[in-house]
């Protein structure tokens, strides 16, 4: 899923238990009464934090309550396996805010138990009509052999506009998302993460066809 304004994190948060959102790196989320977990003086969430963390969350919550998790790709196998079992399950008010701007860099197991929402900045979308020839090419990209892809990225990199890219990727990636939190199934969460990284790398002004190639292989 995608947003285009900053802004509306909290309000997107109050409407799931957890939430992923990729973010620009050097974005910070200012929130009033918000739990924040950060990575500590060696760069990462320890598990020693995620106790912390849960111990406070042990008493039910009356009011909506938010947790912010930032620049959780730093968290630590063994801090993840801590918080699984609450981020799957969070108590009726409570909201995870999990921030990231590597969402290739988060462990499986947090992807596969939160919802991923994807900041598109300021780009022009709207300009861009989404027509069939589009989203064919969505579709053929989710499928392509290895041996397909070279000739399917210059097919969907043949004008050299980013944007045009980048509406192909959104759609493959909107397919993806629906795909996944319908059946659950790997492969489809998998492909999710691929996809996410293409789209971001992009968005950095990565090379277009390169990119495709490099990632989707």
Same mark, same amino acid.
């Given at each position: 899923?995608?947003?285009?304004?900053?802004?509306?994190?909290?309000?997107?948060?109050?409407?799931? #238990?957890?939430?992923?959102?990729?973010?620009?790196?050097?974005?910070?989320?200012?929130?009033?009464?918000? /739990?924040?977990?950060?990575?500590?003086?060696?760069?990462?969430?320890?598990?020693?934090?995620?106790?912390?963390?849960?111990?406070?969350?042990?008493?039910?919550?009356?009011?909506?309550?938010?947790?912010?998790?930032?620049?959780?790709?730093?968290?630590?196998?063994?801090?993840?396996?801590?918080?699984?079992?609450?981020?799957?399950?969070?108590?009726?008010?409570?909201?995870?805010?999990?921030?990231?701007?590597?969402?290739?860099?988060?462990?499986?197991?947090?992807?596969?138990?939160?919802?991923?929402?994807? /900041?598109?900045?300021?780009?022009?979308?709207?300009?861009?009509?989404?027509?069939?020839?589009?989203?064919?090419?969505?579709?053929?990209?989710?499928?392509?052999?290895?041996?397909?892809?070279?000739?399917?990225?210059?097919?969907?990199?043949?004008?050299?506009?980013?944007?045009?890219?980048?509406?192909?990727?959104?759609?493959?990636?909107?397919?993806?998302?629906?795909?996944?939190?319908?059946?659950?199934?790997?492969?489809?969460?998998?492909?999710?993460?691929?996809?996410?990284?293409?789209?971001?790398?992009?968005?950095?002004? #990565?090379?277009l066809k390169l990119q495709i190639i490099a990632n989707l292989c």
């Open positions: 899923m995608f947003f285009d304004e900053l802004s509306l994190i909290p309000e997107i948060a109050l409407k799931c #238990g957890t939430a992923i959102f990729v973010v620009p790196k050097d974005f910070k989320l200012e929130l009033k009464n918000a /739990y924040v977990l950060q990575p500590e003086e060696k760069k990462t969430i320890t598990i020693q934090q995620v106790r912390e963390l849960l111990a406070k969350l042990g008493l039910k919550q009356t009011n909506d309550q938010i947790i912010v998790i930032d620049r959780v790709e730093s968290m630590n196998e063994e801090a993840a396996n801590a918080l699984l079992k609450t981020l799957e399950e969070p108590q009726e008010k409570t909201h995870f805010i999990l921030l990231t701007s590597e969402i290739s860099a988060i462990l499986p197991t947090i992807l596969s138990r939160s919802e991923i929402y994807f /900041y598109r900045e300021k780009l022009d979308f709207d300009k861009i009509s989404v027509d069939e020839k589009t989203k064919n090419l969505a579709k053929r990209l989710l499928v392509a052999k290895n041996s397909d892809l070279p000739g399917l990225a210059d097919e969907i990199t043949a004008r050299k506009k980013r944007e045009d890219v980048l509406i192909v990727l959104d759609a493959a990636i909107q397919m993806l998302y629906k795909a996944y939190f319908s059946t659950k199934k790997p492969i489809f969460l998998a492909k999710l993460t691929k996809f996410l990284t293409v789209y971001e790398r992009i968005l950095q002004n #990565g090379h």
